[in-house]
T-cell receptor, first 111, second 116 residues
Framework: KAGVTQTPRYLIKTRGQQVTLSCSPISGHRSVSWYQQTPGQGLQFLFEYFSETQRNKGNFPGRFSGRQFSNSRSEMNVSTLELGDSALYLC??????????FGQGTRLTVV | KQEVTQIPAALSVPEGENLVLNCSFTDSAIYNLQWFRQDPGKGLTSLLLIQSSQREQTSGRLNASLDKSSGRSTLYIAASQPGDSATYLCAASLYYGSSNTGKLIFGQGTTLQVKP
């Protein structure tokens, strides 16, 4: 079956702009989580959506937001981009008892 | 607050060696423990998942163990190969009610280099 798909794979944005990242989970998976990975901080949890509801939220500013649609696809939005938002953004879908499966990530560069 | 630590941060071994990567966590109330592999600039590939009720899982040359009472998990790689060179991450999944959540707490990873 198809894995987790993230689009786009690469993005270059200017400070102050906003960006939307997309994640399509594995078919049948209702939980989608987002993570930010940077060399200094490692992998940090952003938020989790389950059946269109945010179930968990990490310690990130309100500029980071997300949503999940009825087909379980999820989007993540970052507004007013800062240089420090440059990172690899990873999406994972999970199912009880099967663990988490990650997409290839979106590499965001803010200039 | 759950914290996950991995030791060592980096490891370089000659091809053919058996090796052990360590992962420790502070809160034993985990739902499961998962090991991942990450190649540079790529996403995470799931290697092994150990449910909280299990002690170990095996897949090919990989064996992962879980000891909740001591807050430790180990990943054993037998007969290492250059293709095993990557960063290995462990992550603890937390409870949400009686089930797990998608929230994973990651260690900082162990970067492994296997020399031919």
């Amino acid at each position: 079956k198809a894995g987790v798909t993230q689009t786009p794979r690469y993005l270059i944005k200017t400070r102050g702009q906003q960006v939307t990242l997309s994640c399509s989970p594995i078919s049948g998976h209702r939980s989608v989580s987002w993570y930010q990975q940077t060399p200094g901080q490692g992998l940090q949890f952003l938020f989790e959506y389950f059946s269109e509801t945010q179930r968990n939220k990490g310690n990130f500013p309100g500029r980071f937001s997300g949503r999940q649609f009825s087909n379980s696809r999820s989007e993540m939005n970052v507004s007013t981009l800062e240089l420090g938002d440059s990172a690899l953004y990873l999406c994972a879908s999970s199912l009880v008892g099967e663990g988490a499966f990650f997409g290839q990530g979106t590499r965001l560069t803010v200039v | 607050k759950q914290e996950v630590t991995q030791i060592p941060a980096a490891l370089s071994v000659p091809e053919g060696e058996n090796l052990v990567l360590n992962c420790s966590f502070t809160d034993s109330a985990i739902y499961n423990l998962q090991w991942f592999r990450q190649d540079p600039g790529k996403g995470l590939t799931s290697l092994l998942l150990i449910q909280s009720s299990q002690r170990e899982q095996t897949s090919g040359r990989l064996n992962a163990s879980l000891d909740k009472s001591s807050g430790r998990s180990t990943l054993y790689i037998a007969a290492s190969q250059p293709g095993d060179s990557a960063t290995y991450l462990c992550a603890a999944s937390l409870y949400y009610g009686s089930s797990n959540t998608g929230k994973l707490i990651f260690g900082q990873g162990t970067t492994l280099q296997v020399k031919p």
